[in-house]
């Protein structure tokens, strides 16, 4: 009897583990399902390119493709025959960014030197990329900030132009000394620009200004500025010049201005339905050769917007095409359509890193495709794709329409109704009540659900790849065992940079996805991605603002903040003033004492927040870095923190009324065998059920839905109103028995003594901000810190499909 109720039990464990949807191949479909929960199906056929590719230009004579290829690993410049589609050179670059031109002859083509403030000058000769010079327009970051963008030529390749991101400015090139002939400042951070067909205007697109510059290049002045959506960044004339399209990421729309008057005369939104929820991140265009038919790619939303333009200020939805993860560029070359897919066609696992390789293999020390190739850096995992489609007629277009909407999660509907069932503790709409009053969202740092939850047996984890488990992490282990054990769970993100950003406001702009990878590959740039710098901000601000505008009562520790400064405006007078931001030097035990003394405060007063964010960070960890606290102790610190803030706000009388979140904001210091985006992520109240491994799909986004529809909020964007909340994980049965911390055996102040290979390069880390310290160098010393400073870690030769393939079949058997 005990065996027959023991098979009955296995069976049906792997029954959930088979049926439940994980991210891949989806079977029997040509549908690949991302870890968001969206999916993709790309048009066409595709070429693959290199890490993130930003901009694509054609030749004037279409011969010549060219791609730049601006990602955190290798960054490069592509070659493309347009005619046989092979890519005939290729030259990696120390530093670029998006800014690529051809000359008119097809003699040049002109590439950004990204911050190290040069345009690069290829010359073309016997279908390669030959000899290179520079035209510098200032030292190098961090002397001078500039970093060259959009970059454009005139006919006779006189004089090129070039916007800038980092000092804002318009650079006006002689190409015959290569010397800056005038730089113009500029209102805003610019992103592209473009030459009216009698190149006496020149048009920039404002990023960070909701407008378009215009320019009188024979003045050489800024003449006018022109209103447009928020995030303008590709722009687009017709032949004639008469008309100007400009694609605006934060609002998925087109603005169509008409030159002879610089005004605006229609805005097309490109969105799959009638929504302002941000989300589809318009950013690329293209007219077909009879300038009837405007291409638009919508990069969250993985397609293409078609338009009929025959008459613009008329303008007409023809439908949509499928294409890769995050389109960014779009161009047309005779009846071909074609797209650069930011990050490919496929999100997948990384089993073989970040982790050390053998002491003879020095490529896990160098930064590039090689190195990442081998260990799996999440940041420079994904290399983009460039798809070749033909222009559809009717009956094709049609079809690809529909296979859009069905790769599409979000709907209107699930604005106003999202998933769920009647009775739970979760409601569907806004206006229903929740038996649950007080949120509480503690937000940690870049662990894999591998790492800490891999030796769960209940769960689809993998023990050879587990760091961090139950002794080191008994807490987190005791929330997964007696409440719900997530090991279907993603974050949107993949490192900090934009992991903050989509952890409180569901997506992360265009600016932040294009810009971070520069600076997480030590190639310079801006960096401040928590509210510091408001060209990143989602339009409609983070959840706190909408907290804000709803009157729900709000607090946060740390977050976006740092002992009371608040980064963003609608934090301030919210922010708890004992609470420490991003430190390594404080512990988490701090960081639990602040919120316990201030939770007693504001208890005694009666004023509890209805939204709380607490950010408990140390399992960051500081490496083998000599007198600092070790990985292991660093990771169960903060696991005793969060144990602690658990126990405390458990034996309180809002406990009854209470619910908390916890997850990291992105899982990328660590392997995973499912997929590199998996992490650990957990829900603990009187109204989650007990002792239950539930394997649903869910993201940082549905995260945010649940919490929204406890809260009273609305969806931020088309990412939360889209994600599966997490009403499977809720009883309408409560218990409120209390949860009793439980102490870490592992010496919380264990201090890094060694002298070693690795310690000796962990001296050269920056710890004094998040993701500062060279993530695949950093991976590697916390693994040797675990496992011994000769080990190699095993490399799994399996997937989680090749795994539950394997156990359906073993249940059958």
């Known amino acids: 009897m005990i065996k027959k109720y023991l ?50 230009q054609v030749s004037s004579s279409g011969k010549f493709i060219a791609i730049t290829n601006n990602g955190q690993s290798t960054q490069s410049l592509q070659l493309i025959d347009a005619k046989t589609e092979k890519i005939l050179d290729e030259k990696v670059l120390s530093k670029s960014w998006y800014g690529l031109a051809f000359s008119k002859d097809e003699k040049h083509l002109y590439a950004s030197g990204g911050n190290d403030n040069l345009i690069l000058d290829f010359s073309l000769k016997n279908n390669k990329l030959a000899g290179s010079d520079t035209i510098k327009l200032g030292d190098a970051w961090p002397k001078r900030k500039i970093s060259p963008a959009g970059i454009v ?9 070039t916007v800038t991101k980092e000092d804002s400015s318009l650079y006006i090139i002689n190409l015959s000394d290569k010397k800056i002939q005038k730089r113009i400042q500029l209102p805003a951070i610019a992103y592209s620009c473009v030459l009216s067909s009698d190149e006496t205007k020149l048009y920039i697109s404002l990023w960070g200004g909701r407008a378009i510059g215009v320019v009188n290049t024979i003045e050489e002045k800024l003449n006018a500025t022109i209103p447009v959506g928020d995030h303008p960044n590709e722009l687009l004339l017709t032949k004639k010049g008469n008309y100007l399209f400009v694609a605006n990421a934060n609002d998925n729309t087109v603005s169509v201005v008409s030159t002879l008057d610089n005004k605006v005369i229609e805005t097309i939104g490109t969105s799959l339905y009638a929504t302002q929820l941000t989300g589809s991140t318009t950013n690329g265009l293209a007219l077909s050769g009879d300038e009837k038919t405007l291409y638009i790619a919508n990069a969250d939303n993985n397609c293409l917007a078609v338009f009929d333009v025959t008459k613009p200020g008329t303008s007409q939805s023809k439908g949509f095409i499928p294409v890769g993860w995050y389109p960014t560029s779009v161009k047309t070359l005779g009846t071909k359509i074609l797209v650069t897919n ?65 790769n599409t999660p979000f709907t209107d509907k699930k604005v106003a109704v999202a998933d769920g069932e009647k009775g739970n503790p979760i409601p569907r709409r806004l206006g229903e009540k929740s038996p649950i009053k007080h949120v509480f969202y503690i937000i940690k740092e870049n662990r894999t659900y591998d790492q800490v939850l891999g030796d769960m047996p209940k769960g689809n984890g993998d023990s050879t790849l587990t760091l961090f488990g139950k002794q080191i992490t008994p807490n987190q282990h005791a929330f997964a065992e007696n409440y719900v054990l997530l090991d279907n769970f993603y974050v949107d993100a993949e490192v900090s940079a934009d992991g903050h950003n989509w952890s409180m406001a569901a997506y992360a702009t265009d600016v932040v996805e294009k810009t971070w990878p520069t600076s997480y590959g030590a190639r310079g740039g801006t960096t401040n991605y928590e509210g510091g710098r408001p060209v990143t901000y989602p339009r409609g601000g ?16 740390g977050e976006f903040g740092d002992y009371g400064k608040a980064n963003i405006k609608s934090l301030q007078g919210h922010i708890c003033p004992q609470s420490p931001g991003f430190d390594m030097d404080i512990t988490d035990q701090v960081r639990a004492d602040a919120w316990i003394h201030d939770f007693d405060s504001l208890l005694v007063a009666g004023v509890v ?53 916890i997850l ?18 957990y829900v603990i109240g009187p109204y989650v059920k007990r002792n239950a491994a539930i394997h649903t799909m869910y993201s940082t986004s549905g995260f945010l839905r649940t919490m929204e529809l406890i809260l009273g909020l609305p969806p931020m964007s088309q990412y939360d109103a889209a994600a599966m909340p997490l009403f499977e994980c809720f009883t309408n049965k409560p218990d409120f028995t209390p949860y009793n911390v439980i102490i870490p055996s592992i010496n919380l102040n264990n201090r890094n003594v060694g002298v070693n290979e690795s310690s000796k390069r962990s001296e050269f880390f920056n710890f004094a901000k998040e993701d500062s310290a060279p993530d695949l160098d950093l991976n590697e010393v916390i693994w040797k810190s675990v496992k011994g400073e000769n080990s190699i870690m095993p490399v799994p030769k399996r997937s989680a499909f090749v795994i539950l393939e394997k156990k359906k079949k073993d249940v059958d058997d």
Not at 14 to 23: C, K, S, T, Y
């Open 7 to 56: 098979l009955f039990f296995i069976c049906f464990f792997l029954f959930q583990q088979v049926n439940a949807q994980w991210p891949g191949k989806i079977e029997n479909t040509a549908q690949v399902l991302l870890p968001n929960g969206w999916k993709l199906s790309p048009a066409g056929h595709s070429l693959s390119l290199g890490d993130l590719p930003l901009n694509m």
């Open 153 to 161: 030529v005139n006919k006779n390749n006189t004089k090129l132009f």
């Open 609 to 661: 927040p209805q939204f709380s964010t607490l950010r408990v960070s140390n399992d960051h960890t500081s490496g083998q870095k000599k007198g600092k606290i070790s990985p292991q102790s660093a990771v169960a610190d903060n696991d005793l923190a969060v144990g602690r803030i658990l126990d405390k706000l458990s034996h309180s009388p809002i406990w009854k009324e209470s619910v908390v979140f």
């Open 542 to 557: 983070f959840i706190w603002d909408y907290c804000q505008r709803a009157g729900v009562t709000y607090r946060s520790y």
């Open 664 to 681: 990291e904001d992105d899982a990328q210091n660590g392997p995973d065998h499912v997929d590199a985006h998996r992490s650990p992520a």
């Open 342 to 406: 930011g990050k490919g066609n496929t999100s997948m696992a990384n089993p073989q890193g970040p982790q050390p390789l053998s002491k003879s293999d020095n490529s896990g020390y160098q930064m590039g495709s090689t190195a990442n190739s081998r260990l799996q850096y999440i940041a420079g995992l994904f290399k983009g794709s460039l798809s070749f489609i033909s222009s559809p007629n009717p009956e094709q277009l049609k079809s690809y329409t529909k296979q859009v909407y069905a």
